[in-house]
């Protein structure tokens, strides 16, 4: 017995809220859950791999750039993996029960959070570029164009949600 007070274990229950249902949007919303949820495990997980790096560099001097570059690109390929297989699960659940599949409107709402936070990095990169632009700071402009650079790797997520969501939903065809 779990401590929820339910016979089966926590991972089961877990999984029983997360697992899709074939609605679009609602099974959108539990990807976009799982998304935020891992986007804040990569964070802290680059904060790690950033205390780790220092630690190396005491040895080989290795530039946190590379080790992030590496870590990221794991992490991404990691995701469309889940993504690519929340959405197998998606089609099949919402063909077997009659319902239309929508890979567009899955990915999409899955991919929230990484717009969010795109919108909210673009805003400030925008902000970044106006004070830059009134102080004349090219250390202010070129932080911006970093950031805004950032904020067009989180769209590129953003996109690639749907992207996998329609390469499974054909796959399953």
Known sequence: MSYTGSPEPIQDQVWRLLSPRGGAVTDGL????INTVC???????????????????????LPFLVTAV????????????????????????ARGSGRAVKPDVLGGVAGLPFAAIALFMLAAALLQILLGIISF???????????????GFFFALCAANIAVARAASTKEA
């Open 30 to 33: 539990r990807l976009a859950a």
């Open 39 to 61: 986007i804040i495990a990569a964070l802290i997980l680059l904060a790690v791999a950033s205390l780790v790096n220092r630690l190396i560099n005491v040895i080989i001097p």
């Open 70 to 93: 590496l870590l990221v690109i794991v992490l991404t390929a990691v995701g469309v993996v889940i993504w690519y297989r929340y959405a197998g699960l998606y089609v099949r659940v």
């Open 137 to 151: 700071s090219s250390d202010r402009l070129i932080d911006a164009l970093r950031q805004a650079g950032f904020s």
